[in-house]
């Protein structure tokens, strides 16, 4: 439940820029019980951790390590949430989800950094 499907994902070298996307699956952004949302990435043998969030206010949020270089945004008329990242590195290639508040997982869409 209130799961998003995840896009955009993809091979890219160290320096470029990619878009992902995720679409509300069987929910629409303007519930009154929809929160905060948000992108994560996991890379095998770590934990899942928060990349960037927007509350249901629009106030947003970016982990240290993607500040300045990553966007997150929405467009609520297509219930839809978007990130896009700019200046990649090696070091940002893992699995990106997207979240809401009490959603489930989706299956998350790859990203890889060439150096």
């Known amino acids: 439940q209130g799961q998003f499907v995840e896009s955009g994902g993809g091979l890219v070298q160290s320096g470029g820029s990619l878009r992902l996307s995720c679409v509300a699956s069987g929910w629409t952004f303007d519930e009154p019980t929809v929160g905060n949302m948000g992108w994560y990435r996991q890379v095998p043998g770590k934990e899942r951790e928060l990349v960037s969030s927007?509350?249901?206010?629009?106030?947003?949020y970016y982990a240290e390590s993607v500040q300045g270089r990553f966007t997150i945004s929405r467009d609520k008329a297509k219930n839809t949430m978007y990130l896009q990242m700019n200046s990649l590195k090696p070091e940002d290639t893992a699995v990106y989800y997207c979240r809401r508040d009490f959603g489930s997982w989706g299956q998350g869409t790859q990203v890889i950094v060439s150096s």
């Open positions: 927007l509350s249901r206010g629009g106030n947003e």
